[in-house]
């Protein structure tokens, strides 16, 4: 099935680093998602942006709705350990989510 | 104010075999998806359930099928289950706006 195109696979960063992922799409969209998700546990939303160029912020966390619709950056600033876990980027379209492949977040101590 | 429910929390199966998943929505919520996730990828859409129909449909075979309830609650079945079966099966409800996750069951076929 479709899969979003998300980078970086993963990265390894130190405590209090700010951290940047991005995520691409051949097809537009009306809404993008972004979610953590923990092992074992089902993905848990972040930030939902529902327009084009829209910044959002949730805390540390800032993401953007691509001018294009076609794709999405999210950032988190100052990273704690628990932000450790995998990021996935969602699009919306016709109600249905099609998931990006994820980013690993992994903090070095 | 219960999220959404997942049972059971883990399977294990055969191959050939038939296997019915349950969900129970967040409260509020009257719209139920299933999502299929492999190991290290992202979640994959099979199927959303809305006033006890199916209303969007994933690129997965007829050996999948769903069903929901008035309740809102629905089920996950899949027939002739293959090696390939073996996932973390999703649930999301939602009414109207985003979809909540319920923790999943994992599924594993030997």
């Known amino acids: 099935g479709q899969q979003l195109n998300q980078s970086p696979q993963s990265m390894f960063i130190q405590e209090g680093e700010d951290v940047s992922m991005n995520c691409t799409s051949s097809?537009?969209?009306?809404?993008w998602l972004w979610y953590k998700q923990d092992p074992g546990e089902g993905p848990v939303l972040l930030i939902a942006?529902?327009?084009?160029?829209e910044l959002t912020s949730n805390g540390r966390l800032t993401a953007q709705f691509g001018i294009t619709r076609k794709d999405s950056f999210l950032n988190i600033s100052a990273s704690i350990p628990s932000d450790v876990g995998i990021y996935f980027c969602a699009g919306r379209g016709n109600e249905k989510l099609t998931f990006g492949t994820g980013t690993r977040l992994t903090i070095i101590p | 104010d219960a999220g959404v429910t997942q049972s059971p929390t883990h399977l294990i199966k055969t191959r050939g075999q038939q296997v019915t998943l349950r969900c129970s929505p967040k409260s509020g919520h009257d719209t139920v998806s299933w999502y299929q996730q492999a190991l290290g990828q992202g979640p994959q859409f099979i199927f959303q359930y809305y006033e006890e129909e199916e209303r969007q449909r994933g690129n997965f075979p007829d050996r999948f099928s769903g069903h929901q309830f008035p309740n809102y609650s629905s089920e996950l079945n899949v027939n002739a289950l293959l090696l390939g079966d073996s996932a973390l099966y999703l649930c999301?409800?939602?009414?109207?706006?985003?979809?909540?996750f319920g923790p999943g069951t994992r599924l594993t076929v030997l």
């Open positions: 999301a409800s939602s009414f109207v706006n985003e979809q909540f």
């Open positions: 942006l529902y327009k084009a160029g």
């Open positions: 097809s537009i969209f009306n809404t």
